[in-house]
T-cell receptor, first 111, second 115 residues
Framework: TQLLEQSPQFLSIQEGENLTVYCNSS?????LQWYRQEPGEGPVLLVT?????EVKKLKRLTFQFGDARKDSSLHITAAQPGDTGLYLC???????????FGAGTILRVKS | NAGVTQTPKFQVLKTGQSMTLQCAQD?????MYWYRQDPGMGLRLIYY???????DKGEVPNGYNVSRLNKREFSLRLESAAPSQTSVYFC??????????????FGEGSWLTVV
C-alpha cells in the first residue's frame, strides 16, 4: 500500500480546462513536494510546502498543504498542452528524514 | 552543469547476473539516494546515504547493496538479478538530508531489464 495516495491516476482534458490533483495520507509530513516528470527524464521539483494550510502559486499552478499536514492538492488553471506530464507528490516523513512518493498522476492536455 | 550523472542508461541482464549502477554528483551534496520507479507505484526508495560513510535501507532494499564510495559517488549493486528488478532506477542527491525546503536533484534514470 502507498503511504501517499494520489488521485486521479490518469487525467485527459482539453486545453483551457481546470484540474485538481490530490495527494492524501494518514501520516503527518514535515513538508510536501510536488514534482513534474517528462518521459525519459528524472523528476523536477515544482514546489515545496512546509506549513499546514500553506498555499503557493506558480503561474497557473496552485499548491496547497492541508492544515494537518497530511494532504496536499495541485490545481492547474487553464491547462496548456505543455502541462502534459507525470505529476508526483512526495512527503518528507516527520521522523527518519525519508522522502516517500505517491504513485503519480499522468496528465494529458489536448489542444 | 552535470548535476547527477548515472550510468548505464540502458542495460539488459539475464536472471542471476550481477551488475552495478554508478552515480556521481558534482554539487557537493551530503545526501544521496537510489529510487526505483515502476508503473503505478511511483518512486520507491531503495537505499539512501545521509553522508559519506553512512548508508541506510529505504522502502525496498531487498536484493540490492550500495556503496558510498566518497562524497561524490553512490553505487547500487544487484548481486543476482531477478525479473522483479526490471525497473527504471533513479539516483538523486540533496543538501543536507532532503529536509524540508531542500531540493532533491535526480539523474536521468537507468532502464534495467532482467530477462
Amino acid at each position: 500500500t502507498q503511504l501517499l495516495e494520489q488521485s486521479p491516476q490518469f487525467l485527459s482534458i482539453q486545453e483551457g480546462e481546470n484540474l485538481t490533483v490530490y495527494c492524501n495520507s494518514s501520516s503527518v509530513f514535515s513538508s510536501l513536494q510536488w514534482y513534474r516528470q517528462e518521459p525519459g527524464e528524472g523528476p523536477v521539483l515544482l514546489v515545496t510546502v512546509v506549513t499546514g494550510g500553506e498555499v503557493k502559486k506558480l503561474k497557473r499552478l496552485t499548491f496547497q498543504f492541508g492544515d494537518a499536514r497530511k494532504d496536499s492538492s495541485l490545481h492547474i488553471t487553464a491547462a496548456q498542452p505543455g502541462d502534459t506530464g507525470l505529476y508526483l507528490c512526495a512527503g518528507l516523513m516527520e521522523y527518519g528524514n525519508k522522502l516517500v512518493f505517491g504513485a503519480g498522476t499522468i496528465l494529458r492536455v489536448k489542444s | 552543469n552535470a548535476g547527477v550523472t548515472q550510468t548505464p542508461k540502458f542495460q539488459v541482464l539475464k536472471t542471476g547476473q550481477s551488475m552495478t549502477l554508478q552515480c556521481a554528483q558534482d554539487m557537493n551534496h551530503n545526501s544521496m539516494y537510489w529510487y526505483r520507479q515502476d508503473p503505478g507505484m511511483g518512486l520507491r526508495l531503495i537505499y539512501y546515504s545521509a553522508s559519506e560513510g553512512t548508508t541506510d535501507k529505504g522502502e525496498v532494499p531487498n536484493g540490492y547493496n550500495v556503496s558510498r564510495l566518497n562524497k561524490r559517488e553512490f553505487s547500487l549493486r544487484l548481486e543476482s538479478a531477478a525479473p522483479s528488478q526490471t525497473s527504471v532506477y533513479f539516483c538523486a542527491s540533496s543538501e543536507p538530508t532532503g529536509g524540508w525546503g531542500n531540493t532533491i536533484y535526480f539523474g536521468e534514470g537507468s532502464w534495467l531489464t532482467v530477462v
